[in-house]
């Protein structure tokens, strides 16, 4: 059964620092990998999407790597800013044991201050 | 247009009442989920419709009865709920299965449900 760890389950940091989001999962039989954003109450917004056979995607301020054989991925947020406050899960997509399925972690919850 | 839109935002209902919950997308997905998700915890798959059929069903109480009328719509119907029952519901959707590399899922904002 896969498992998805995410470390820190929380992080404070001052406006303007560079951080990293870490997510370790047990089984590399993975088909791709998604990091959400979710606000308070809120759904889940995707952020990055990366495929099995890529290593790395970018969007913006966001950089999301992977190294399958190891099972890691990193959220990389540059000059982070208030408005990134928010929990951040990170899912693996695969084949459980009854079909395909996202598995999440139980998520960063980051808190940026001005 | 990436939306995938859950009516109602917010439910509040009575262990002995039946409501539904509703969600549609217009991306054309063939792939549509229900998650539970409590606070503080990640979301947690509850069904899994593909090309309308039911795919995966984890094991949930029959007081849940998901219905998928067409690739566009899938509900969510509710009946003699326990309180802790009392969750946020997550609607989702795909453009195939999420174990067919390069599939990105889509959330919708959801549904926060309180059993009384």
């Known amino acids: 059964k896969q498992e998805v760890t995410q470390i820190p389950a929380a992080l404070s940091v001052p406006e303007g620092e560079n951080l990293v989001l870490n997510c370790s999962f047990t089984d590399s039989a993975i088909y791709n990998l998604q990091w959400f954003r979710q606000d308070p109450g809120k759904g889940l917004t995707s952020l990055l999407l990366?495929?099995?056979?890529?290593r790395e995607q970018t969007s913006g301020r966001l950089n999301a790597s992977l190294d399958k054989s190891s099972g890691r991925s990193t959220l990389y947020i540059a000059a982070s800013q208030p408005g990134d406050s928010a929990t951040y899960l990170c899912?693996?997509?695969?084949?459980?044991?009854?079909?395909?399925?996202?598995?999440f972690g139980e998520g960063t919850q980051l808190t940026v201050n001005p | 247009d990436t939306e995938v839109t859950q009516t109602p935002k917010h439910l509040v209902m009575g262990m002995t009442n039946k409501k539904s919950l509703k969600c549609e997308q217009h991306?054309?997905?063939?792939?549509m989920y229900w998650y539970k998700q409590k606070a503080k915890k990640p979301p947690e798959l509850m069904f899994v419709y593909s090309y309308e059929k039911l795919s995966i069903n984890e094991s949930v109480p029959s007081r849940f009865s998901p219905e998928c009328p067409n690739s566009s719509l899938l509900n969510l119907h509710l009946h003699a709920l326990q309180p802790e029952d009392s969750a946020l519901y997550l609607c989702a959707s795909s453009q195939r299965g999420v174990s067919l590399s390069g599939t990105e899922a889509f959330f919708g904002q959801g549904t926060r449900l309180t059993v009384v």
């Open positions: 990366i495929q099995s056979s890529q």
């Open positions: 899912a693996v997509g695969g084949l459980g044991t009854s079909g395909s399925r996202l598995t």
């Open positions: 991306m054309g997905h063939r792939a």
